[in-house]
Each structure stands twice: as structure tokens, then as C-alpha cells.
């Protein structure tokens, strides 16, 4: 499974942060092979059809969210891009791992489905919970004393959250959504306008 998550993140080129703290590191899979996967990935390639960019973006989108083919249809139903990032962006399990509780979004979808982390004081197992302003997002007090967490309040102190969210107890594993997300604040590794397009077809 990890060597598929890097193969996909070499064939589109671009680092989508798939692996914890591998993908920040001198290992990390595009760094150490930047061509595409497969016996031919260094040959040059044609450059790609509108229609193959429009493509290659919403697989970027899927891949970095961790989206369905079905949920990405009903998400670009909505022709409003703010829309559409504040729908990925303030998913439960994103939250998660921009508050850097988790090393990476498959590890943050873990978490939430595991019925580690809790929203205002209650388990919450669906990843695609959104998270609104004011809603506090902590780790469960019971797994908070797992192994998997015991080096959780080192690596929050040393974190840097976005601007919308705020880690509010390191010790506890603890968060909250300040305000709302502003696409004007973060740059994305792609085109949300390319792949509008590739639905709008």
C-alpha cells in the first residue's frame, strides 16, 4: 500500500504529502526518484490534452483528499470554488492533519475512523465531517494514552497550524476552528479550475 501511494504521487509529479513525516524528509519518494513510475518513466512525454490536465488535477484532488469517484462528482455540483475548498477543507479528518494531531491525511482518515478524535466532546467516526467555527477537536482522553500518541503534545508545540485553526492544549492533543478557511491564505499543489472544467463536460 505505501509503495502504491508514492507510485501515484511520482506519476503526477507533484508532492501531496501521502506519507507522514517521509514526505519532509531526504526519503521521500519524488524526491529520491522525481520521474514517473515503470521502466519508461524517464523518457520524455507529450505534453498532455487539455482534456489529460483536467484529468491529472482532479486525480491530485482525489488523491490528496482521499475522495471517491462519487464524491468528487457531487462535490464540483457546486460551481463556487470557495465552496469547494471550504467543503475539503474543513472535513474532520483534514482538520485533524493540518493541526498536525496526525502526520499525514491517510493517517488522519485513520484516526477518525478509529474513533480516536472527538468534536466538542463527543466521537466523531466520519472523515468527512465538517468542522464549523468554534468546534474544539481533540484526542479522546482513552487513546490519548495509546502508544500511537505518546509523542503527540512534543510534535503539536513544535507545529505551526494555518491561521483558521488554533492548537489550544498541546498536552491534550486539543484544537479549534478559529474561523473560516480563505483560499487566498494557502497555496494548493493544483487547479481547481481545471478540474470544474473536467466536470463541467
Known amino acids: ?62 488523491l490528496m483528499y482521499g475522495l471517491t469517484n462519487r464524491q468528487m462528482t457531487n462535490l464540483f455540483k457546486n460551481d463556487d470554488k470557495e465552496s469547494i475548498m471550504n467543503a475539503l477543507e ?3 479528518d483534514r482538520v485533524v492533519f493540518l493541526l498536525g494531531i496526525a ?8 484516526y477518525v475512523s478509529h474513533g480516536h478524535i472527538t468534536v466538542n ?34 510534535n503539536l508545540k513544535k507545529h505551526t497550524p494555518p491561521s483558521w485553526l488554533k492548537i489550544t492544549d498541546a498536552e491534550a492533543g486539543t484544537g479549534t476552528c478559529v474561523k473560516e478557511f480563505s483560499s487566498q491564505e494557502t497555496q494548493f499543489p493544483f487547479d481547481i479550475n481545471l478540474v470544474g472544467e473536467f466536470f463541467a463536460r
Open 103 to 110: 502526520g499525514s491525511p491517510r493517517v488522519a482518515r485513520q
Open 121 to 154: 466532546g463527543r466521537k466523531v467516526t466520519v472523515p468527512s465531517f465538517w468542522v464549523k467555527v468554534g468546534d474544539v477537536i481533540s484526542v479522546r482522553g482513552e487513546s490519548r494514552k495509546t502508544k500511537v500518541f505518546e509523542e503527540l503534545s512534543m
Open 90 to 92: 474543513h472535513r474532520l
Open 1 to 62: 500500500m505505501k509503495r502504491i501511494k508514492e507510485k501515484k504521487e511520482r506519476a503526477l509529479g507533484t508532492k501531496l504529502f501521502l506519507k507522514a513525516e517521509r514526505c519532509n524528509s531526504p526519503k521521500c519518494a519524488i524526491v529520491r526518484r522525481p520521474t514517473r513510475p515503470g521502466p519508461h518513466g524517464q523518457k520524455r512525454r507529450k505534453a498532455p490534452s487539455e482534456f489529460g490536465k483536467q484529468l491529472q488535477e482532479k486525480q491530485r484532488i482525489q
